[in-house]
T-cell receptor, first 108, second 113 residues
Framework: EDQVTQSPEALRLQEGESSSLNCSYT??????LFWYRQDPGKGPEFLFT???AGEEKEKERLKATLTKKESFLHITAPKPEDSATYLC?????????FGAGTTVTVRA | DSGVTQTPKHLITATGQRVTLRCSPR?????VYWYQQSLDQGLQFLIQ???????AKGNILERFSAQQFPDLHSELNLSSLELGDSALYFC????????????FGEGSRLTVL
């Protein structure tokens, strides 16, 4: 059974205070690791795809990296609008499995 | 706006009842996925359809069923509802199958009283 574990569960940051979110996974036949952002009451919104160890993707203040067993989402100099729940997901043989998410709150 | 439309947005019903949730995928997308999200379980994969055919099945209860119609819209039927079925039900779509880049609708919030 594919497993995705995200930590921490919640993260409270001051505006401008950089931090990292962790996603560790076990999957048979990884066919991609994906990051999503979910705002309260909304559906998840796709952010990044990573396929192989060492790969990095960036978008504005977010950077995602991948190793053989985990992925990190780095938030650099966050702003209040970066407050959301960030979900990690892995694609195995037949389905996309999500972690429980990290809820990030950025205070001005 | 993801382009995925789900109806209804909110639904309140009683135990033992049956409801139908509807999803229209993004224009051009052939795959439709259904996920259940509850506070204690996170996003759980239920089922995927590709161009009208069932493609993959997750932890979908026997009381639940789904189908994808020729116009590619999909319906999720939930019957003999229990209190524990209260959750957000998301539909997502993608162009092909085997991808993790999904476009999610805004969800249907089901409350079973």
């Amino acid at each position: 059974e594919d497993q995705v574990t995200q930590s921490p569960e919640a993260l409270r940051l001051q505006e401008g205070e950089s931090s990292s979110l962790n996603c560790s996974y076990t999957v048979s036949g990884l066919r991609g690791l994906f990051w999503y952002r979910q705002d309260p009451g909304k559906g998840p919104e796709f952010l990044f795809t990573l396929y192989s160890a060492g790969e990095e993707k960036e978008k504005e203040r977010l950077k995602a990296t991948l190793t053989k067993k985990e992925s990190f989402l780095h938030i650099t100099a966050p702003k209040p609008e970066d407050s959301a729940t960030y979900l990690c997901a892995v694609r195995g043989d037949y389905k996309l499995s999500f972690g429980a998410g990290t809820t990030v709150t950025v205070r001005a | 706006d993801s382009g995925v439309t789900q109806t209804p947005k909110h639904l309140i019903t009683a135990t033992g009842q049956r409801v139908t949730l509807r999803c229209s995928p993004r224009s051009g997308d052939l795959s439709v996925y259904w996920y259940q999200q509850s506070l204690d379980q996170g996003l759980q994969f239920l089922i995927q359809y590709y161009n009208g055919e069932e493609r993959a099945k997750g932890n979908i209860l026997e009381r639940f069923s789904a189908q994808q119609f020729p116009d590619l819209h999909s319906e999720l039927n939930l019957s003999s509802l229990e209190l524990g079925d209260s959750a957000l039900y998301f539909c997502a779509s993608s162009l092909g199958t085997g991808t993790g880049e999904l476009f999610f609708g805004e969800g249907s919030r089901l409350t079973v009283l």
